[in-house]
């Protein structure tokens, strides 16, 4: 079921002349940005990260306004009462579209990757080629499970784009996708260690330059996700009765 759910929210996110828009011109823009950022910082070496935090970032952003507009797609087109009213948990019925949005990011990483390869000339050297195959798709299904713990507020919200434009950038930029950790305040730590976006962004970036162990990472971003689909599960049972009840799920 989540697996023909994910085909058909993709096979819809395909259609909507915004989403592809996004999705084609969002990633190579975040790309450019990227590279020319770290060529001004006088660290060209480090281009191959540049592009693979770029990708990251493009995924990132798929599931987060994917997840939210998802939801309030499904409201605006008057389906989201027959989601809820399904007889399946709430979370399966749900989790399809946040692993479609994810999906769909993919398309960001590839483009990064690609973009700075034919503009720029990085070359695509990954240090561990096998680990980057496994650690990207590991960190999308991480991503698509954090979703749905995201997507359970959605469902309260009757603008959810409101929720998801505060989230984008501090999320990204705390998780380091793209500049370090250590470079900012201390405090931004505990809120990065609970993140799977975090350990996911680690993951794929030890993989493309090996700068540490793939597998541990992963492992924790994948702990993180699971964690997150539990308590997406329970909160999404709670709001969807919450809604019911306050008579507010079809309120747009």
Known sequence: MIAVGALLHAKQLSRSPFEIATALIVPVVQATLAVHLFRAGGDPGRLLEA???????????????GSGGAIQNQRWQGTLEMIMLAPRPPALVVLPITLATALTGTYAMLATLAW???LYGIPLSFAHPLAFAVAVPGCIIGLG?????????????????????????????????????TALPGWTGPIAAVLPTTWGARAVREAATGSGPVWPSLGVCLAISLACLALGAIMMTHVERRARAAATLALA
């Not at 592009?51 to 306004?65: H, K, Q």
């Open 116 to 118: 700075g390869r034919l």
């Open 51 to 65: 592009a693979v935090g770029a990708g990251l970032m493009g995924i990132w952003s798929s599931v987060l306004f």
């Open 145 to 181: 499970m954090f979703g749905l713990l995201l997507a359970s507020t959605f469902v309260l919200l009757r603008n959810a784009n409101a929720l998801t434009n505060t989230l984008e950038y501090p999320i990204w930029l705390v998780s380091g996708m793209l500049v370090p950790i």
